[in-house]
């Protein structure tokens, strides 16, 4: 069965956190290795990190860990040129890719089961979780949408893609509000420490 890859972007600069929060400290982990930790629990054959700020301090922390690094040296043109260096990074042939935001560790692996799931009983190629009819996040997309991807303006990003195909989108139950939150402000991540503690 061809594989489903996690595309997990981590090369932003954290303007708003002020430092790289990638690195902040998270339920006993760095909230990099959180997310990483929740992708590789989950039914994602294989995991690809794309770095770009900072990216010698979070290869210290990741290294190690079971997943292959890639390097967005257009990192600064936004988050859609980090989706297109993890997409060049995926081998010719590949079933679906799910794409995280490195800032959101308290999706868990059950979550990104259920779209999995979703996706091979539906046969639809645009799956995202949703709370309360709110779009959330990780976006799982099937490998027909590669090369679209690629022609996306980088600043409507993702969403365009959504736009552009309707009919081919599955919105997936979360039943959870975590797929709505992610870190980027100082006042954000303290809200996330107090949910955790």
């Given at each position: 069965m061809p594989e489903i890859w996690a595309i997990i972007l981590a090369a932003g600069e954290s303007k708003r956190m002020k430092d790289p929060k990638m690195l902040l400290p998270f339920g006993g982990k760095t909230i990099i290795e959180k997310v990483i930790e929740n992708v590789t629990a989950s039914d994602v054959d294989k995991t690809v990190v794309v770095l770009g700020s900072g990216k010698?301090?979070?290869?210290?922390?990741?290294?190690?860990?079971?997943?292959?690094?890639?390097?967005?040296?257009?990192?600064?043109q936004g988050m859609l040129s980090s989706v297109i260096c993890g997409l060049r990074f995926l081998p010719e042939h590949f079933d679906a890719v799910i794409i995280f935001q490195g800032d959101q560790p308290m999706i868990g692996h059950n979550v990104i089961n259920l779209l999995i799931e979703a996706y091979r009983k539906s046969?639809?190629?645009?799956?995202?979780?949703?709370?309360?009819?709110?779009?959330?996040?990780?976006?799982?997309?099937?490998?027909?949408?590669?090369?679209?991807?690629?022609?996306?303006?980088?600043?409507?990003?993702?969403?365009?893609?959504?736009?552009?195909?309707?009919?081919?989108?599955?919105?997936?139950?979360?039943?959870?509000?975590?797929?709505?939150?992610?870190?980027?402000?100082?006042?954000?991540?303290?809200?996330?420490?107090?949910?955790?503690?």
């Open positions: 010698d301090k979070i290869m210290k922390v990741t290294g190690n860990l079971p997943v292959m690094h890639c390097y967005n040296e257009r990192y600064l046969g639809k190629g645009i799956l995202m979780p949703v709370f309360n009819n709110k779009r959330g996040h990780p976006l799982l997309v099937s490998s027909r949408y590669r090369a679209e991807i690629e022609n996306l303006d980088g600043k409507t990003g993702l969403r365009a893609l959504a736009e552009r195909f309707p009919h081919d989108v599955l919105e997936v139950d979360a039943g959870t509000p975590d797929i709505l939150r992610d870190i980027d402000t100082p006042e954000d991540y303290k809200n996330e420490l107090n949910q955790i503690t």
